[in-house]
């Protein structure tokens, strides 16, 4: 059973950095040919892919948000973690992890395991 859990803050400050991680349980992040994303919900709003390291550990970021994302992930750990930095309002929503079964594709459809997601909110 391939289960992601969400990890963070939930409250974040203008300019500050939002710092996310995702554990993956029942799948190898570096030995399974998957591909592991972030995306988020802001309310109102459609879904938006964030980023995305592969197996390999090659990274694919959306460029409306590649200057203030990075990727990073921790093999022992089984986990991928997100930064965003720095943090600006319109970065409040729902942050998800999921695991993508092929690479660049758009479209939920591509996207099987999902952690159950984490509400940033973000105040002075």
């Known amino acids: 059973q391939v289960q992601l859990q969400e990890s963070g803050p939930g409250l974040v400050k203008p300019s500050q950095t939002l710092s996310l991680t995702c554990t993956v349980s029942?799948?190898?992040?570096?030995?399974?040919?998957?591909?592991w994303a972030w995306l988020r919900r802001p309310p109102g709003k459609e879904l938006e892919w964030i980023v995305y390291i592969a197996y390999t550990g090659s990274t694919y970021y959306n460029p409306s948000l590649k200057g203030r994302t990075s990727i990073s992930r921790g093999t022992s750990k089984n986990q991928f973690t997100l930064q965003l930095s720095p943090v600006i309002p319109e970065d409040a929503g729902v942050y998800l992890c999921a695991r993508k079964v092929c690479p660049q594709p758009k479209g939920l459809k591509w996207y099987w395991y999902w952690g159950q997601g984490t509400q940033v909110t973000v105040s002075s």
């Open positions: 029942g799948a190898s992040i570096t030995a399974d040919v998957y591909y």
